[in-house]
């Protein structure tokens, strides 16, 4: 089962990444989540923070892709364009074939690859069944679909405290 649940790396968001510590590791592309990750669950695109960051990561050579379970493809193509990514839907993700499908996008080794994401069971177990390292994210906002919410109880029983990058969570 390999590194399980367990991330390489954790940070507070994804912006907190950036090109210098990525290439110091000998990573090369990211693997980025959307709800929660790129967007607040449920906002229809990406705060100007964040695209300004992914500008930044692309000239600073890195290479980006949106891989989502979510099954709204005019949603993903949204934040995707604005933030001028490729993206992957309906993903599958904790199963390897979304993760595969987005590194063949990136044409990068799986060792050169950093899945980005705000939950355990999805983004992290996924990314390290892949091969890839893993980075966890605190989620953005404490509002989240019914099914993630059940996810955040198992977190919480696996050992990871309660983050938000919003107020308000629990
Ligand atoms: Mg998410």
């Given at each position: 089962?390999?590194?399980?649940?367990?991330?390489?790396?954790?940070?507070?968001?994804?912006?907190?990444?950036?090109?210098?510590?990525?290439?110091?590791?000998?990573?090369?592309?990211?693997l980025l989540d959307m709800?929660?990750?790129?967007?607040?669950?449920?906002?229809?695109?990406?705060?100007?923070?964040?695209?300004?960051?992914?500008?930044?990561?692309?000239?600073?050579?890195?290479?980006?892709c949106i891989v989502s379970n979510s099954r709204?493809?005019?949603?993903v193509?949204?934040?995707?364009?604005?933030?001028?990514?490729?993206y992957v839907y309906r993903a599958g993700k904790p199963r390897r074939g979304g993760f595969e499908a987005g590194?063949?996008?990136?044409?990068?080794?799986?060792?050169?690859?950093?899945v980005?994401g705000?939950?355990?069971?999805t983004d992290?177990?996924g990314?390290?069944?892949a091969?890839?390292?893993?980075?966890?994210?605190?989620?953005?906002?404490?509002?989240?679909?019914?099914?993630?919410?059940?996810?955040?109880?198992?977190?919480?029983?696996?050992?990871?405290?309660?983050?938000?990058?919003?107020?308000?969570?629990?």
């Open positions: 089962m390999g590194r399980g649940i367990k991330p390489d790396f954790q940070f507070l968001s994804v912006t907190d990444l950036d090109a210098d510590w990525l290439r110091a590791r000998r990573l090369g592309g990211l709800d929660n990750t790129l967007t607040p669950w449920n906002a229809p695109a990406a705060p100007a923070a964040t695209l300004a960051w992914g500008e930044k990561l692309r000239a600073g050579g890195i290479r980006t709204k493809q005019a949603k193509e949204r934040v995707a364009a604005a933030l001028a990514m490729p590194r063949r996008i990136l044409g990068l080794a799986p060792e050169e690859i950093l980005v705000d939950q355990l069971f992290v177990f990314g390290n069944r091969r890839m390292r893993t980075c966890l994210i605190c989620p953005i906002s404490p509002t989240e679909f019914i099914g993630t919410k059940i996810l955040r109880l198992l977190e919480r029983a696996a050992g990871r405290p309660a983050c938000f990058q919003e107020p308000g969570g629990k």
